[in-house]
């Protein structure tokens, strides 16, 4: 049997560790890779119409289904393309292979046309970085790259020129079979001791948690039952912890609500368990603090610790749990709870309640209306901007639907890619992309894509026809919105333009039905809701800064004479202001 070449061995061994189909876009430096996945049966190339869309789509595979996944870019620009979905990916922990075609080997270092350095260019976004310039690097670097991106829950980057990945690999070369497994790390006794040492010399612990929690929701409620503790969590965590929770007090942050806030501050423990929030403002200063996570970087980073504690949090959790005393003293869950119900009371169901008239529509009740229409085992992907304080608000976890988006990158025109990953491993599970207009349409040239493989795909586009968030943290600053607002698009039109289906809704009445239609139709489906562009939402924490660049900005806006649009954001706000 001939020698396999760099590219076919590269996607064997991709194969082996579990890689199904590679996103990208081709490319003549990419053709043996291309060429070589066209040759198998066992592994598809997704052929998208954007690399950032590539790069997004394995991310949100790699989250959903916990697998190696793969995306790829030709040389130069069409790599680069694929960075910010790697930095992404990366930051989300996603085990993901990124394959950047290189120029032929020869001319690197010339300035060449499409000469471009991909493997010191992506370094900042991988666990592992690396040039393959000869076929004898063969199969050590591809199976370092694997196993580095599996084992360290990141991106890998092999930077392969098209010459390269086209010669043959020598003779006598094993190929190696990589591991997918993923140990668990488990703190050692003295740290275990100590940790419950202070859990029992605390009188008021407050456990807040983040994405680390992930299969450790039982464990979490038992320890939470045994020192009656309240229970936080930041965005990331709340797909984890906010279901069949009865510690729950929120979620603190600027998208926050809830008593999460008040509870980690006025306890004398707070014990952070795989969260790296990075919000230092919402953190206190005058409590012992706890941490445990995974990664023994994340220790401390954001706030003074007691104790640093490295490791899995359910297994440092089934540790620690019988080692400390059980409580009856519910004085301070209780207390944090009922401020968990009253915040909930004023805060949230603010805007649900007589909104069905609300015209234009607003945009928490068109969020509210899809939490109770999505199936029970939906995924969602959420655009950064205003979506994520309506999913974050009104969505509900239950331990089978998943939420995923930007959450640590922050990066706009997530939700439409991040759907296409989520949703090609499996068409019969409801994938919803609750998209804002400034996201969806930065990457709406992938909206073809889903058309093309037919992939049911559920868009929901909040349509303010502007960059909301920004207009929000414009009006904080102080400063008056500019450059924030976008003419009217019909985006329905556009999904019909594209042979997906496409709805669009302007009057709240319509907008249940339309919600059912959208998640009912059998295929890419659209739904283009016209919201309301000030609804801008205040997070529960206000400083004396905030509120005074707030009071700047309206009165700028007054000045320009925009008294009608303050009226309405006036009235608008103070129904989402927390009462004290
Ligand atoms: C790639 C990128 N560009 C710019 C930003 C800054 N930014 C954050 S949210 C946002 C507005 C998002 O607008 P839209 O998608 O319409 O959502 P809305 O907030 O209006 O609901 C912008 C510009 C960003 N986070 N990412
Ligand atoms: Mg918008």
Redesign the pocket.
């Known amino acids: 049997m001939a020698n396999p070449t760099v590219a076919e061995q590269l996607v064997d061994l991709m194969v082996q560790a579990g890689v199904r189909r590679i996103y990208g876009v081709v490319g003549d430096s990419l053709n043996p890779i291309t060429d070589a996945v066209r040759r198998r049966s066992d592994i598809e190339w997704v052929q998208v119409r954007h690399e950032e869309v590539a790069a997004f789509a394995a991310g949100a595979e790699a989250q959903i289904t916990g697998r190696l996944t793969a995306c790829a870019g030709s040389c130069g620009p069409g790599n680069l393309h694929l960075i910010n979905g790697l930095f992404d990916a990366h930051r989300s922990m996603a085990p993901v292979v990124a394959i950047a075609a290189h120029i032929p080997s020869e001319d690197i270092g010339t300035a060449y046309f499409q000469e471009t350095h991909p493997d010191r260019l992506f370094v900042e976004c991988s666990h592992f970085s690396e040039l393959v310039s000869s076929p004898e690097q063969m199969p050590q670097v591809a199976q370092i790259a694997i196993q580095t991106a599996l084992g360290r829950s990141g991106v890998s980057v092999l930077s392969v020129p098209g010459d390269v990945a086209g010669m043959d690999v020598p003779r006598g070369r094993a190929r190696l079979v990589p591991s997918s497994d993923t140990a668990t790390m488990r703190p050692g006794d003295a740290e275990i001791d100590r940790l419950a040492e202070l859990v029992d010399s605390a009188e008021r612990v407050t456990l807040f948690c983040g994405r680390g929690t992930a299969e450790a929701h039982d464990e979490v409620m038992a320890f939470a039952d045994r020192v009656l503790a309240p229970v936080g969590h930041a965005l990331r965590g709340k797909e984890w912890i906010q279901y069949d929770n009865p510690f729950d007090v929120g979620m603190s942050g600027l998208l926050g609500y809830g008593a999460a806030y008040e509870a980690m501050h006025e306890c004398d423990l707070l014990i952070l368990l795989g969260t790296d929030f990075p919000y230092r403002p919402f953190l206190p200063d005058d409590v012992r603090i706890v941490q445990v996570d995974i990664r023994p970087e994340n220790l401390g980073r954001r706030s003074r610790l007691d104790l640093g504690v490295c490791g899995d949090v359910g297994e440092t959790l089934r540790c620690l749990t019988p080692r400390v005393r059980s409580r009856t003293d519910r004085r301070f869950l209780d207390r944090m709870l009922r401020k968990h119900a009253d915040a909930l009371e004023n805060v949230v169901s603010a805007y649900t309640t007589d909104v069905e008239r609300h015209k234009p529509i607003h945009p928490e009740y068109v969020a509210s209306i899809l939490d109770d229409e999505a199936a029970e085992d939906a995924i969602f992907t959420v ?5 994520n304080v309506w999913a974050a608000r009104y969505l509900s976890p239950n331990g089978r639907r998943r939420m995923i988006g930007s959450f640590t990158h ?4 997530n939700a439409m890619p991040q759907a296409i990953g989520a949703q090609w491993p499996d068409r019969s599970r409801q994938v919803v992309a609750m998209a ?4 969806f349409s930065m990457l709406m040239g992938d909206f073809l894509t889903l058309v093309q493989y037919g992939l049911p795909v559920k868009t929901l586009l ?1 349509n ?1 026809s ?5 207009d929000l943290e414009m009006l904080v600053a102080g400063l008056p919105p500019h450059a924030t607002a976008y003419p009217d698009s019909d985006y329905a039109a556009i999904a019909r333009a594209s042979g997906a289906h496409g709805i669009r809704v302007d009057d709240p009445k319509q907008v249940r039905d339309g919600v059912r239609e959208l998640l009912d139709h059998d295929g890419p489906a659209l739904l283009d809701v016209v919201t309301d562009p000030n609804a801008l939402s205040i997070p529960p924490r206000i400083t004396g800064q905030q509120l005074t660049g707030f009071a700047l900005a309206t009165s700028k806006m007054v000045l320009q004479g925009g008294v009608g649009r303050m009226v309405q954001l006036a009235r608008s706000n103070l129904r989402n202001i927390p009462r004290p």
């Open positions: 655009d950064t901007g205003m979506c922050g990066s706009m025109a804002g207009d400034g996201g909040f303010n502007s960059l909301g968030m920004v």
